[in-house]
């Protein structure tokens, strides 16, 4: 379970740097904005998907009230589902 957590938020992470880095400059700077479309509806299902599975991983570990909150922070935070990847869905991170 942890290691499906883990994919989605690296690929939610990534989704979310492509929207905001690459195709929103490119469509409002260079007027070009043909790939704001596939790549916004990835990132969406992948922020659902993110969003539904820390509720269902959270829900499955126990985790506390928040620890889940700050899982679904990270999604909403450049950068933060892999900060999230590293201090929150680790198994050092159960121990602390």
Not at 6 to 17: N, R
Not at 70 to 84: C, K, Q, R
């Amino acid at each position: 379970m942890l290691k499906t957590l883990k994919l989605l938020a690296i690929l939610e992470g990534v989704s979310y740097l492509l929207l905001l880095g690459i195709c929103m400059p490119l469509k409002y700077w260079f007027n070009i904005p043909e790939p704001t479309y596939p790549v916004g509806l990835a990132h969406g299902v992948l922020f659902v998907l993110y969003c539904s599975f820390v509720m269902f991983v959270g829900r499955k570990e126990a985790w506390t009230m928040w620890k889940t909150f700050l899982a679904l922070i990270a999604s909403l935070l450049p950068f933060g589902t892999f900060i999230a990847d590293k201090k929150l869905f680790t198994p050092q991170a159960e121990s602390k």
